[in-house]
């Protein structure tokens, strides 16, 4: 596997921001997986995991050690069994791909999968969901187990173990999965109930036609960049503020959907950090609610 040298991140990530890896690798299977880790293990450098890059904001300054982006890490199998539709994905397999399959049996994950971006991953270790009531409407809805590897240093360098988690060993809340670290989550198993929904096809494109309406997809973002707070909803509080619009450099809260913040043009990384404090900093001035949220900074900051 080719380990390259002062790799650009922006690409990687869906807000197209962030400067350069120090090193940088892209396994396709578990043994490339391992030899990234035993590569960084040996030359005494920094492992960083990058996943599908949707809820990551990168630093300008870039990231030290290795980066091990898992974008090819990626395939899955399908089975039908016990009135059940199985899915085995690698962690890197894109959320768009289980879309698919879900459509293809014309399943209700279809729909709430036409909202998400990302990896399969990254939907467990965010537990990521949908605001809206349809069923299912979490990640966690879907999961049936997870593969976590991990590692340590041995007498013959590192030590790697595969842990299987099953869904109740891991604790699920709003945006978060818990009980599986430390390690990487490398594959999988999700199922759903083969009752299939002869309209979900139709249901799908509405959902895709309402969203393209409501939320900024012509341009590069993280998606939602707050959770929202109990009882409240993100999005009408930003706009309750009086912050749609606002910039810091191209940086700006979304014009059409308040908990987005876009690239308009070449934002930076500390840019889009700075509008994110001013957010917060606002809306806990003005509505007395402190929001939090979802994005992961990665590099120097």
């Known amino acids: 596997m080719l380990i390259q040298e002062k790799v650009s991140l922006a ?10 890896a120090e090193h940088f690798c892209l396994p396709t299977h578990l043994d490339e997986l391992k030899s990234a880790i035993g590569w960084a293990h040996e030359h005494q450098k920094n492992l960083t995991i990058l996943g599908g890059g949707t809820n990551v904001l990168i630093s300008d300054q870039g990231v030290r050690g290795l980066v091990c982006c898992l974008r090819r890490y990626s395939g899955y199998e399908v089975k039908e069994e016990n009135q059940k539709l199985h899915i085995i994905a690698q962690a890197g397999t894109a959320k768009s791909e289980l879309l698919k399959v879900f459509l293809k049996y014309k399943l209700a994950p279809a729909l709430f999968l036409a909202g998400l971006p990302g990896d399969v991953g990254g939907g467990v270790v965010m537990n990521a969901g949908v605001a809206e009531s349809f069923q299912p409407r979490e990640f966690c809805e879907l999961v049936d187990w997870v593969e976590v590897l991990r590692w340590a240093p041995s007498a013959s360098g590192i030590a790697f173990e595969i842990k299987k988690y099953l869904k109740e060993d891991i604790q699920w809340s709003y945006r978060h999965s818990h009980g599986w670290q430390p390690g990487i989550i490398v594959r999988v198993g999700l199922s759903w109930p083969l009752e299939k929904d002869e309209t979900i096809l139709e249901k799908v494109k509405l959902a895709n036609r309402t969203r393209l309406s409501k939320q900024p997809l012509d341009l590069p973002s993280c998606g939602s960049v707050f ?59 003005q509505k007395q609610v402190e929001l939090s949220t979802e994005v992961v900074r990665l590099g120097e900051w």
Do not use: M
């Open 227 to 285: 959770k929202n707070p109990e009882g409240h909803k993100a999005a009408q509080l930003i706009d309750s503020c009086g912050l749609k619009g606002h910039r810091f450099g191209d940086a700006q809260v979304s014009t059409k959907h308040a908990n987005f913040i876009v690239n308009i043009e070449q934002a930076k990384a500390q840019d889009v950090w700075d509008l994110i404090q001013y957010v917060k900093k606002t809306v806990l001035e």
């Open 11 to 20: 690409e990687y990530t869906s807000w197209l921001i962030g400067g350069p």
